[in-house]
């Protein structure tokens, strides 16, 4: 779809779809200048156009011809799970049952919604190893904010006020000490080592009386697990930290090992990461968080609970003095924890086990596949994601990450994650996920296999890629220096 | 095959084998001693089950819960029940859409940027703002970062919001700043429910927020708060609601600086409060210590139009700590689906829903006053939504316990004897006819409320 789309204010404006939409008014309509006074009324017509129904529909079916997702092809965005989102899933949400209820009913009238809650809370709980889950936040980082203000709030209440330092590994994603700044806390970086993982004598030198607690990824963000996670809580826990499990990279561990077994007091996931709810351009998510039981009264409110009269019957409890209070309004992205609960149904432990299996193996696979090509700069072995880097390409042919990610798009790929993690340079970061066919991994591994050798070649083919695509390579300096973010 | 995975174990087997690499030998990076040993946990099961049997469950469910669709529902209080046109489930249902990430690769993402441009063109045209972000997550969480804003743009700690804010939103913001080390003043509303004349003064706030139209459903007028953050020099906020931008000022328009609020009105689904869709525009000057990601516009080599994300430095991917908020989640699906809603709606059926949801309102808040057994609270107009009291006491719990019976769900208890009463475009005088009706009827004949 080479062709450019028009803003939809640019469309000819056709005449209003107000009377086939809506219904006529059946009460009479006040004078509302009289009701209202003329001052707090508006003089001239919202300045939005007027279309038909079918401009609408090919305005956004033409735009969506510029996206790609899931269902085009291999989306190996590293760090960002792009895994299959359920079809049926979609449907479920959308049940008029879960759909049309409102988040202030009574709790009798919702007893489907707070039963489907409370499973989810028990499932993530065995799949986490934690004592308790909320679904308040709406997305991972806001589920880090969330977490990280229960350790706040921990500390506060044991009257530790000086434990204003959170420890973060340089290697971290930036919403973590994103996050933990917006709680005031101070952030220590600690280093990793050659090999890419936490350097433990760094972490024990960094580990004082004023840290409040640690921030982990684990497999961390170069994709390797940390295999010195056991002794990293214990140091924090001994000197009266608490630990943070980041888990952008839950989807490497599931039903093999669990970040309450590894020692961490909170953990939150991405659910469109590890159970395939769709991330919609850019959410929205949501982004349960869970908790060891020293942490509970800290929950955000209200909390789910069984009815203590009778056990089949689920409230809302608000009466949680020590809680942090709310981190947004209701209960949560609930629609999302539908799809999340749907798929973790259509998988078992059995089937989690092999979702983690899968999502390694055909990491493994692709990075084996593309060695020769490109510069491996870790050599632990690599779980659901891995790195390789543009350096050789750089080094001989002036050819870097971008170009390589762009060239990728002419072959039908989604590029991997660019330029992350900061510690490493020129980086790529590939994620096939569990869900990757045989041949988008063959497909993958051939297209970059060749690309190495386009590089050798004719570098100019890779400089001035995407060739296909709606637009070439936009400038983003323009973008930003004149912004032009409205008309 | 398990689920989804389109591959088996003996393909994945050999494949691994064919790189020199085993099956058995994937998590060997993984100690022992944390390794799950025993799977036996109680939540969960041990195969997964068939689409077939997901759908019995969760339609199970689903048909456990009572509707608003199926009764006749009252409720409002931040989430409003307006009529979702059927185009936007398509156009969103669109796996390009749907399944696809924030758009970091341009050329791959020219749909959602250009999507996200016209929200925020929107959200611009509405609230009369120069700047508009890509959405956040809900209209509780846009307060709490639009006052977050207004102390990074002054370096002052302290805002002052009045009490006719949503209690949920207010909830976050003491959250947000309880952690952030921030202060909140919370402003009393005056005898007639708004806040005017209740403004503080003194130079050391950071800013001021109202919300419009308030808790109660009245219309402020926000030239006081303009005028008042002007005199303290302190940045002015509204937390307000795009529908009834149709009929009303816009903040823009009376010069506030920060426009919020939550846009799940514009045709999304109630969903049991979430996901919902906040938005958050300001005037030009604070453009750089917005938070959430923008999309602009810019050209290509060629210079042909193209849509990117733009002014990245303050984001948490570049700035860490230092950025202007940990956000990088957006609604950008419902921020889309918002955008159809206006599009498909236009200038004059936004300003319908609006008329009409502000007529019935008006009619159902005259016709239960007429009853004799309520009266009104405040006597100043609101918009979609009202609070009356019981005139002779009494438990409004018990009257909505009784209501659910005649499969009616009332409105919102705010306490025994104040009852916050919500109407769309979507109820029809008969049934508020018959609302009013039965409601009269339970309290003379029935003695619900009891006493």
Redesign the interface.
Known sequence: MKY??N???DLP?TG???NR???K??????N?AE???E?????K???????S?IQ??R???N??????????GP?P?GS?T?????K?N?????????????????T??????L??LY?LE??L???FGMDHFTFQP?????G??TG??MI?AYHEANEDFERTVMLIPDSA???N????????FE?REIKSNADGLVDVEDLKQKIDDKIAGIMLTNPNTLG??E?E??EITGLIHEAGGLCYYDGANANA?L????PG??GFDVVHLNVHKTF?T?????????GPVGIKKILEPFL?KPVIKKLDADQTKFILDYDRPQS?????????????C?KT??????????????????A??NA??LL??VRDSYHVPYQ??A?HEFIITAAWQKEKYGIITTDI??RL?DYGY??P?VY?PLIVQEAMMFEPT?????EG?EGLADALNAIAKEATENPDLLK?A?HN????????T???RN????? | MSGYIPTSREKRAELLESVGLKLDNLFDAIPDEIKIKDKNFSGLNAQGLSEQEIIAQLTNLAERNQRVDQYDSYLGAGFYDHYSPAVIDHIIGRQEFLTSYTPYQAEMSQGTLQAIFEWQSYICRLTGLDVSNSSIYDGASAAAEALLLTCRQTKKDKVWVSEGLNPEYLATIKTYFHAAGLEVEIGALNEQGTAAGTYPSGDDYAGFLIQSPNFFGIVEDMRELVKKAEQNQVLSVVSCDLISLAMFKSPGEVGVDIACGEAQPLGIPLNFGGPAVGFLAAKQKLMRKMPGRIAGQTTDTEGKIAYVLTLQAREQHIRREKATSNICTSQALLATAATIYLALNGRSGLKEVAEQSAAKAIYLHNKLIQTGLFEAIYNKPFFREFAVKLRYGGSLDALNKKLLEHRVIGGLALSDDVWLLAVTEKKSKKAMDDFVALVANLIRHENVLGG
Do not use: W
């Not at chain 1, 001052?39 to 003089?43: D, F, S, T």
């Not at chain 1, 000490?177 to 005031?184: F, G, K, N, Y």
């Not at chain 1, 942090?324 to 999302?336: E, L, Q, W």
């Not at chain 1, 695509?469 to 983003?476: A, F, K, L, N, Q």
């Open positions: 450019q789309t803003l939809i204010f404006q209003d779809n107000a939409i809506l219904k008014c059946d009460v009479i309509k006040p509302f009701f209202y006074g001052h707090l009324l508006r003089e017509d919202l300045n939005i156009p007027n279309l129904e609408v529909l305005h956004y079916t735009m969506s011809a510029k996206n790609f997702g899931v269902e085009n989306y965005l960002c792009m895994k299959y989102n359920p049926v979609e449907n479920m949400a959308n049940l008029p049952g879960f759909r049309n209820t409102h988040p202030l009913q009574p009798e009238t919702v007893q489907g919604n039963t489907l499973n028990q499932q709980n065995d799949i709406s997305a991972g980082a806001h880090e904010l990280i203000m706040k994603h930036g919403t000490p994103a996050s933990a700044a917006m709680a005031e952030i390797l697990f295999k996670v056991k561990i039903m093999q090992t669990r077994d590894m395939g769709p991330h919609g351009g850019g959410g929205p998510g949501a955000p942090i209070g709310k981190v947004r309004a209701f209960t949560g992205s609930f629609s999302v539908v609960y749907a798929y973790i149904l259509a998988y078992g432990k059995q089937g989690l086990a092999e979702v983690s299996e899968a390694v193996a493994r696979y084996e596949r632990e072995p779980m990610a762009k798009i989604h590029p994650t992350f569990d869900t990757e066919t045989l991994l001035n995407p695509m709606s637009i070439t390579r936009p400038d983003e323009k973008a930003a912004p032009i973010l409205k008309v």
